[in-house]
């Protein structure tokens, strides 16, 4: 295994979505390449910090106008039926 | 009713809960992946279950549960809030009028998301046509792979404080092309399998896959501009 090898894997690789024997290929690869180490580092901590960090704001007047949304639509398709 | 009585009864849930919010088990804040329980699993079965016969309560308790995720999902998909809101609006409507539909094969929650990230998509195509284009193949080409790695030194998320960190996150996702924001914000940030994502989106499971890498890789590339030993002691 290269480092493009690794490059190309390193998704599936920190999913756990790998066969086991390439698993071992790219661990053994590992052990001798700063580079990929460090790749493989950083690929891990961009998904947690995006997987950790709530970036988006739920405002309260949006909330109110999405119940207010639904109770009206609600009212109708119960007319309606 | 009965039925709904009964869920209500099991997470000692009142009525009338778009007037009044209840909080009720939602995926963990701190780990999103992981995904509810079985016990949640089968509340949202009944609550389905309850809406489905007419309970217009037992809909409201399931908006209630997820707007919140769905909203966050429009947002990231449309970056503009206007959309985002009206995406999720019709997502709810749609779900609501259509709840007959549902087979439940799939979970309510992966269903509705499927919903939400089409309305989301149409606005998004849109307003920017040319930048959105799910059915054709991405290019192959190896500009993706990195060629210099550097060191960010100790632990960014103690060198930055948080709202700095948040501008950073914000910053670098909007700069992703939508192709691949879709599939990392369903995948890395929704918590969504890559099943469910390809689903969602309409694309392969093997295209979810290539797009997530090229996404991670590409977010890795941009937050390196900020994170790299020295940028920020």
Not at chain 1, 21 to 41: A, D, G
Not at chain 2, 83 to 89: G, K, N, R, S, T
Request: proline share 4%; glycine share 2%; aromatic share 6%.
């Amino acid at each position: 295994m290269n480092c493009e090898g690794v490059a190309r894997r390193v998704s599936n690789y920190i999913d756990g979505d790998l066969e086991v024997l390439v698993v071992e290929e790219i661990e053994l690869h590992l052990k001798s390449c700063q580079h990929c180490t460090i790749l493989v580092q950083q690929t891990r901590l961009t998904v947690t910090l995006y997987r950790d960090s709530d970036l988006v704001d739920f405002p309260k007047e949006v909330q109110l106008r999405l119940h207010e949304t639904l109770r009206r639509e609600i009212r109708r398709q119960k007319r309606a039926t | 009713m009965a039925l709904y009585c009964a869920t209500l009864a099991m997470h000692s849930i009142q009525p009338g809960l778009l007037a009044n919010l209840v909080k009720t088990p939602t995926l963990s804040a701190s780990n999103p992946h992981r995904l509810p329980s079985n016990v949640a699993r089968e509340d949202e079965h009944l609550l389905v279950a309850s809406a489905k016969a007419g309970d217009a309560s037992a809909f409201e308790e399931l908006v209630n549960r997820y707007e919140r995720k769905i909203f966050r999902l429009t947002m990231n998909i449309t970056r503009n809030r206007e959309d985002a809101e009206d995406a999720m609006q019709d997502a709810f409507m749609k779900a609501y009028s259509h709840l007959d539909r549902f087979q439940e094969e799939s979970r309510f929650y992966t269903w509705l998301v499927r919903i939400a990230a089409n309305e989301a998509l149409m606005r998004l195509r849109k307003r920017r046509p040319n930048q959105v284009s799910l059915d054709e193949p991405i290019e192959t080409e190896n500009d993706f792979i990195p060629q210099q790695i550097e060191d960010w030194g100790p632990s960014p998320e103690q060198r930055f404080a948080q709202t700095e960190m948040r501008d950073i996150l914000r910053t670098v996702i909007e700069e992703l092309a939508p192709d691949f924001r879709i599939v990392f914000v369903l995948r890395d940030v929704e918590g969504l399998s890559t099943e469910e994502t390809a689903e969602a989106v309409g694309i392969s499971e093997a295209a979810v896959k290539s797009r997530l890498l090229r996404a991670r890789l590409k977010l890795r590339q941009k937050l390196d501009r900020h994170f790299r030993k020295g940028v920020k002691q």
